[in-house]
């Protein structure tokens, strides 16, 4: 009987490992992470570029808190935009060669159909496997296979990562151009209407200001060629020189076209009537009847 109760005592404590050992995953199967395709925190990022063949070069920098594009030339950046971008390094390589073992021109990586700087770190873009379309991309001493999301975002068109806002933030206008009004603040921080008219109020005007203040674009992308409707000029506090459009129709709406930086802002009709109009003031709601 001592024998036996000992017996059943060591097989209970096998029966109870077991157990503890399948709940607490001792046994359990864990999948190798896989590498990312480039390690890098987008708060360490501070340069950003990119070149296809036969396109000049697209060179983003980070000054401050704010994104830049600062090649072909300067104009604000859309600093959501450019995260996401940094984000997407963080991609899994599914498969990692050594560039040894691989004949370049076979992958489409001589030349590359694009090529990204990271800081200082080069990623080579080659063409999708076309088995799993995935993409060959070449990373110092290694080229890794993913399933790429950069490439397609960074080919083409970089006005899509280019702020919609056609003024900065925090920018204070002191006066105001259009084609049927100038507006112009005086020593007391007013505002001069030029020419006056007697039916408009000081809220008119103050949501006229508003409205150019912050103006957000429905997209931005080249000036292209377009006939003048007219000139916009905006002198904002702290700048020597104004800032200078021309208007012109867009099937969207109407645009505004700028030299420096070369760029046109389109806004939907809607807006561009705020912006080029003085509005009448808002009616003040009706009073609904007290229920009997």
Do not use: C
């Not at 399933?147 to 083409?156: E, F, H, Q, S």
């Not at 003024?167 to 006056?196: D, Y």
């Not at 429905?218 to 916009?232: A, F, I, Y």
Request: glycine fraction near 6%; charge should be positive; avoid cysteine.
């Amino acid at each position: 009987m001592r024998k036996r109760f000992w017996v059943n005592l060591a097989l209970a404590l096998i029966v109870l490992g077991l157990a503890l050992a399948v709940t607490f995953g001792v046994w359990r199967h864990r999948k190798p992470t896989l590498p990312t395709l480039l390690a890098v925190h987008p708060g360490a990022v501070l340069r950003f570029a990119y070149r296809e063949p036969h396109h000049p070069a697209v060179v983003f920098r980070k000054i401050g808190k704010q994104w830049w594009l600062v090649h072909p030339f300067r104009a604000r950046a859309q600093n959501l935009e450019l995260v996401s971008l940094i984000d997407e390094l963080d991609e899994p390589v599914r498969h990692r060669y050594r560039l040894a073992r691989i004949l370049p021109a076979r992958v489409g990586l001589a030349p590359p159909k694009l090529t990204l700087w990271v800081n200082h770190q080069r990623l080579a873009f080659g063409r999708t496997d076309p088995v799993g379309h995935e993409r060959y991309i070449k990373v110092g001493a290694w080229i890794d296979l993913v399933r790429d999301v950069l490439y397609y975002r960074l080919a083409g068109n970089f006005y899509t990562l280019l702020s919609t806002r056609l003024l900065p933030k925090g920018s204070h206008i002191t006066a105001l151009h259009l084609p049927r009004i100038i507006l112009r603040r005086n020593a007391r921080g007013g505002w001069m209407l030029t020419p006056p008219e007697p039916h408009v109020s000081s809220g008119m005007i103050a949501r006229l200001v508003r409205h150019w203040t912050y103006a957000s674009a429905l997209s931005v992308g080249p000036p292209g060629r377009s006939k003048s409707l007219g000139t916009v000029r905006l002198r904002l506090a702290g700048l020597s020189k104004p800032l200078t459009y021309f208007l012109a129709h867009d099937s969207f709406g109407v645009a505004l076209v700028g030299h420096n930086p070369p760029l046109r802002w389109v806004f939907p009709l809607p807006v561009a009537r705020k912006m080029l109009h003085l509005s009448a003031n808002r009616k003040p709601p009706r009073a609904r009847a007290a229920r009997s």
